[in-house]
């Protein structure tokens, strides 16, 4: 099976964040497990959404819903680790866009890659339960 393949855009980074590794994300391999990765990018799309005065339920008028998740990971992470987290939004269409993860941790003064992740985010109104429109104050602070 071929491996997930992510590109990151060759753009500057829309939001950096920085993210402990907690005991509770070391699994029985003593490094960050699967599904803790993906909590990890849960709480950076958060703080992502959360700095633009945003959140998954009101994201400029819209809320979101994730439709995909992909993963791909380059080296393990450790407890103690700090995980340096580079965001870079991409709209699909009028009703969803893809945010791309390049998740790095310095150590020993090297920048080591740790994964790549991307999550389609769909717009959604929970109300009607259906996809719903990107609002243009969602779309202007993706595209800026």
Do not use: W
Request: charged fraction near 20%; charge should be neutral.
């Amino acid at each position: 099976m071929p491996r997930v393949q992510i590109d990151i855009p060759s753009i500057a980074p829309k939001c950096t964040l920085h993210i402990p590794v907690r005991i509770t994300d070391v699994n029985y391999g003593n490094h960050v497990g699967n599904d803790s990765m993906v909590s990890i990018i849960h709480e950076a799309r958060m703080q992502f959404l959360k700095k633009y005065g945003f959140s998954e339920m009101n994201a400029g008028g819209t809320a979101l819903i994730m439709s995909d998740i992909a993963i791909s990971f380059k080296k393990e992470s450790f407890y103690g680790d700090t995980l340096e987290v580079n965001i870079y939004p991409v709209i699909t269409s009028k009703l969803s866009f893809e945010l791309i993860y390049q998740i790095t941790a310095v150590r020993k003064d090297e920048s080591i890659l740790i994964a790549l992740a991307q999550t389609t985010m769909v717009c959604f109104d929970y109300e009607k339960r259906r996809v719903a429109a990107m609002t243009d104050t969602l779309k202007h602070l993706l595209e800026q």
